[in-house]
């Protein structure tokens, strides 16, 4: 998204909504200095058959996906099952009456998605502050162990959209020689012609204010585009396959 140059005239918008991929607080806030409007991010899903987590008007927090809609029900739980404190992340249950029941004819998908007490599996991994406003982490096959520590590839991610010239961004988990899995970054900038190694040492610099040394990616790569889906999220498996 490039909000510098454009100045269109958006007085007869009265909302804006964010859907697909998590939206990251730097770019909340250069579209609320560029337009003065905000952005109400959430989160749904097919199975939900609606939004069951969501900022709303009145009640924002740049950089999380809001708190619980009315008459839904979310609980995070660790890798134990139980479920986390306070800014601990793990998988992320819903509870709703518009939850669908099973998956036609696929039983093992449904068995791990639609669990015991009409708790849902959203297969994304959160976590939430004391307030209730919920942080995604990523999805939970696209998280990455690095040094034996659970690390969220959308915190990256959103430090890099931070830097001026970083358009989007895309973190994958990627084996050293040794095996070792290290974040790998998937880059476009907004100016193809900044790519290079100068800029790859720029991003190296910028990720070490605010990032902990083992998310730090260990690999840039400069590309055109990033793999989507129809609803733009980005397909990090195919970043993974590279």
């Not at 040492?201 to 889906?229: D, M």
Request: charged letters at 30%; one cysteine or more.
């Amino acid at each position: 998204m490039s909000m510098e140059h454009a100045k269109p005239d958006l007085t007869s918008i009265r909302s804006c909504v964010s859907a697909g991929e998590a939206l990251p607080g730097d770019i909340f806030k250069r579209w609320k200095e560029a337009t003065g409007l905000d952005i109400l991010d959430g989160i749904g899903s097919t199975e939900a058959l609606h939004i069951f987590i969501s900022n709303r008007p009145g009640d924002i927090k740049p950089g999380t996906s809001g708190r619980i809609v009315p008459g839904y029900e979310a609980r995070i739980v660790g890798e134990d099952g139980k479920p986390t404190k306070a800014g601990e992340s793990g998988k992320l249950h819903i509870k709703g009456d518009s939850a669908a029941a099973y998956y036609w004819n696929q039983p093992e998908k449904t068995k791990d998605t639609m669990l015991e007490g009409g708790w849902l599996n959203t297969g994304d991994t959160y976590s939430q502050d004391e307030k209730g406003y919920f942080q995604y982490c990523g999805r939970s096959d696209d998280m990455m162990k690095v040094g034996g520590i659970w690390c969220s590839p959308f915190e990256i991610e959103a430090k890099l959209v931070e830097h001026p010239k970083v358009l989007e961004a895309a973190i994958v988990g990627r084996g050293d020689e040794e095996g070792l899995i290290k974040p790998e970054a998937w880059i476009v900038l907004k100016d193809q012609r900044d790519a290079s190694e100068s800029m790859e040492a720029e991003l190296r610099e910028h990720c070490k204010k605010g990032l902990a040394p083992y998310k730090y990616p260990r690999w840039f790569n400069f590309v055109e585009e990033l793999p989507k889906t129809a609803t733009g999220k980005i397909q990090r498996f195919k970043l993974r396959q590279h």
